[in-house]
């Protein structure tokens, strides 16, 4: 009698991992798409969280450029990460803007009066007002995967 509880038991649990490998492997297909669409909300919240500096050109080493303003070198990237395998956003500034984000963001000691100049905490901002967004992507995501 133990033998067949076994067997069914053995079988039950061989079904069940089959049934949550294929909801995985609908979900992946979902949920890369659900990542784009969290980069792309991550990135218009951070754009609306930024102040447009009134600066338009910029002197270096005696070359007038252009200014790059914070509001308009906002990037993200979607990857898998190399040890756990799961997939993350990243959301950051860039060549010409990524350096001052985290003294915009922070705060900053200002080297000629040494005060505090303070941040503005944008990146907490946009997060803020994007956390409904991201769980509504999240949630079309599953719910697409799962009715197919």
């Known amino acids: 009698m133990s033998t067949k509880v076994t067997l069914e038991y053995t079988d039950a649990v061989n079904g069940l991992k089959a049934e949550v490998q294929k909801l995985k492997d609908l979900t992946d297909d979902s949920m890369e798409t659900a990542f784009?669409?969290?980069?792309?909300?991550?990135?218009?919240?951070?754009?609306?969280?930024?102040?447009?500096?009134?600066?338009?050109?910029?002197?270096?080493?005696?070359?007038?450029?252009?200014?790059?303003?914070l509001v308009d070198d906002v990037k993200y990237w979607v990857g898998i990460a190399k040890k756990s395998g799961q997939r993350y956003v990243s959301a950051f500034g860039g060549r010409d803007t990524g350096y001052?984000?985290?003294?915009?963001?922070?705060?900053?000691?200002?080297?000629?009066?040494?005060?505090?100049?303070?941040?503005?905490?944008?990146?907490?901002k946009a997060l803020d007002r994007s956390e409904g967004m991201i769980e509504d992507a999240i949630d079309d995501a599953l719910e697409e995967a799962t009715h197919e």
């Open 100 to 124: 001052k984000w985290g003294w915009i963001n922070d705060g900053y000691i200002h080297a000629g009066s040494k005060t505090f100049v303070p941040g503005i905490h944008f990146l907490e």
């Open 36 to 69: 784009f669409e969290i980069g792309a909300i991550l990135k218009s919240q951070i754009e609306k969280s930024m102040p447009r500096s009134e600066k338009e050109q910029e002197t270096r080493k005696g070359r007038t450029r252009k200014h790059t303003h």
